[in-house]
C-alpha cells in the first residue's frame, strides 16, 4: 500500500494520469482493502459519489441476485468447483435459481467469468464495487 499511495501522490497534481492509474488498478483487480483506500481522499471521494450508483443496481436486481453479487463479493472470487459450500455458507437457496442469478449478473457485465488452464471462477467486474459491496454489506 506504501507503493501505491507514493504513485498516488505523484499523480494527484496531474488527474487524467491519476484516473488512469485508478483504471489500472481496477483492471488488475489490484487487492486494496476499504481501510487502505479510505486514507486517501481521492478514493473516499470516489465512493461517495458512486454510492447512488452502486443503490440503483439493487433496485434493478431481484433479491437473489443482491445476495448473490455481495457473496461473490465477500469471497473476492468464486470458484466452479466449490459451488455447492458456497450456497451453504450464504444461505442462497437452491442451486438452480443461483444458477439462474448468476447467469443474470454475467448478462449485466457485474460479474465476469475468468477461465485459466487449472481453474474456473467468477468475480465482481468492477474493483470498487466489489471493495463497496464488501464494507457496506
Not at 497534481?13 to 492509474?21: E, M, R, S
Not at 449485466?108 to 454489506?137: A, C, G, T, W
Amino acid at each position: 500500500m506504501q507503493l501505491a499511495s507514493g504513485v498516488y501522490a505523484a499523480l494527484k497534481p496531474h488527474k487524467p494520469l491519476l484516473k488512469q492509474y485508478i483504471t489500472f488498478l481496477q483492471s488488475l483487480h489490484v487487492s486494496i482493502s476499504y481501510d487502505s483506500l479510505s486514507g486517501l481522499q481521492e478514493f473516499r471521494l470516489h465512493f461517495a459519489q458512486n454510492e447512488t450508483i452502486y443503490l440503483q443496481f439493487r433496485k434493478l436486481m431481484t433479491v437473489r441476485q443482491w445476495k448473490l453479487l455481495i457473496a461473490i463479493a465477500k469471497e473476492e472470487r468464486l470458484k466452479k468447483t466449490t459451488v455447492s459450500n458456497f450456497l451453504q455458507k450464504f444461505i442462497l437457496g437452491s442451486a438452480s435459481s443461483v444458477k439462474i442469478a448468476l447467469q443474470s449478473l454475467l448478462e449485466k457485465r457485474l460479474i465476469i467469468s475468468i477461465v485459466l488452464p487449472n481453474e474456473e471462477f467468477y468475480l465482481v467486474d468492477n474493483l470498487f464495487l466489489l471493495r463497496y459491496l464488501q464494507y457496506k454489506n
